[in-house]
Each structure stands twice: as C-alpha cells, then as structure tokens.
C-alpha cells in the first residue's frame, strides 16, 4: 500500500525528531525476526530508555543526508532505528546483546553527535559500561583524594590514641 503525501511527511518530522532528541540512533537489519522477537527487542529497548523502530530506507536516507551525514550503505534491505533516549551505549549494547538469540538481527551502523557510527564503532560503544557506572567511577575517582586526605590528617591522632591506650594498660596490669 503506498504512502500518502501527508503520511510521508509525518514519518519525515519523525525521523528528524529522533536524530535531534537522542543520543545515539542505532542502525539495525532486521530480516528474519518474528513478531514477538520484535515485541521482546521493543520491551528490552524501553527498559534501558529506547525505542526500537522500523522506518521506511528512503524517507530515513533522506533526513541525513539532509543533515549532512553521509549514509553509505546504511539504508540498503531492512533497516529499523534503535533511538537511544537516555543512554548511548545502552540502546548499542541491547542490540548486541539480543543479537546472540537472535542471529537475524544485525547492526548496521549508526549516528551519534552528528556523525556517522560504523558497525564495529556500534559494537565498541555497546561495551562501554552503563552511564550509571560511569558516574559511580567517576565520583570514586573525585571522592579519592578528599578520602585519602582525611586519613592522612587523622592517623597522627588515632596513632597518639593507641599509644597512651597501650601505655594505660600496660600500667593497669
């Protein structure tokens, strides 16, 4: 059934709407997959903060190349956007993952801070840790010194301490 005008003007504004609303849009081939793998992708993707899309390759080819990025060979056979909401790597690292139980699903490439992602660049980004433990790495590498500086002030103190205890209990006994 084909498109109407309007119709193709929706799923334009759409596409733009995602590349300027995400982090990272994730370039997916999808051939092969059934409905409830599909369904179970969808539900993986909005527990980590995504959306899982299918999109028509010429409307989609046509708003970056608008932008400015160069698609390649990205829009060729079936193609479906993970929109990564949230967290970049996490839409990455959820299509990597499903792609072990499901060899049909495969990363294409993808588009991040306006540029254009290769596949093994998608791959590289999907093992970076989740956001949450890279601020938690980077707050103990912030929290290190104050720490460590605290100690440092404190242990003439707690050694004094011990001293006199030791020095107490001796004479007690």
Same mark, same amino acid.
């Given at each position: 059934?084909?498109?109407?005008?309007e119709?193709?003007e929706?799923?334009?504004?759409q596409?733009?709407?995602w590349?300027?609303?995400?982090?990272?849009l994730i370039?997916?081939?999808?051939?092969?997959?059934?409905?409830p793998?599909?369904d179970e992708l969808?539900a993986?993707a909005? @527990?980590n903060?995504?959306?899982?899309h !299918?999109?028509k390759n010429? *409307?989609?080819?046509?708003?970056?190349? %608008?932008?400015? =990025?160069d698609?390649k060979?990205?829009f060729t056979?079936?193609?479906?956007?993970?929109?990564?909401?949230e967290d970049?790597?996490?839409i990455?690292?959820?299509?990597?993952?499903?792609?072990?139980?499901?060899?049909?699903?495969?990363?294409?490439g993808?588009?991040?801070?306006?540029r254009?992602?290769?596949?093994?660049?998608?791959?590289?980004l999907? @093992?970076?840790?989740?956001?949450p433990? !890279?601020?938690?790495?980077? *707050?103990?590498v912030?929290?290190?010194? %104050?720490s460590? =500086?605290?100690?440092?002030?404190?242990e003439?103190?707690r050694?004094?301490?011990?001293?006199?205890k030791?020095?107490?209990d001796?004479a007690?006994?």
């Amino acid at each position: 059934m084909a498109l109407t005008k309007e119709r193709k003007e929706e799923l334009v504004a759409q596409y733009e709407a995602w590349m300027k609303e995400s982090k990272a849009l994730i370039l997916a081939e999808y051939t092969g997959l059934t409905m409830p793998q599909m369904d179970e992708l969808r539900a993986k993707a909005r @527990e980590n903060g995504a959306e899982f899309h !299918v999109v028509k390759n010429r *409307l989609a080819k046509m708003v970056f190349e %608008a932008a400015g =990025l160069d698609t390649k060979d990205l829009f060729t056979g079936s193609t479906a956007f993970g929109v990564g909401f949230e967290d970049a790597p996490g839409i990455a690292k959820t299509i990597k993952d499903l792609n072990k139980d499901m060899p049909a699903l495969q990363i294409k490439g993808g588009f991040m801070d306006n540029r254009v992602l290769t596949a093994d660049q998608v791959i590289a980004l999907a @093992e970076l840790p989740p956001l949450p433990v !890279v601020r938690g790495q980077l *707050l103990g590498v912030i929290n290190a010194p %104050a720490s460590k =500086l605290v100690r440092t002030i404190a242990e003439p103190g707690r050694s004094l301490a011990q001293v006199i205890k030791a020095h107490a209990d001796a004479a007690a006994a």
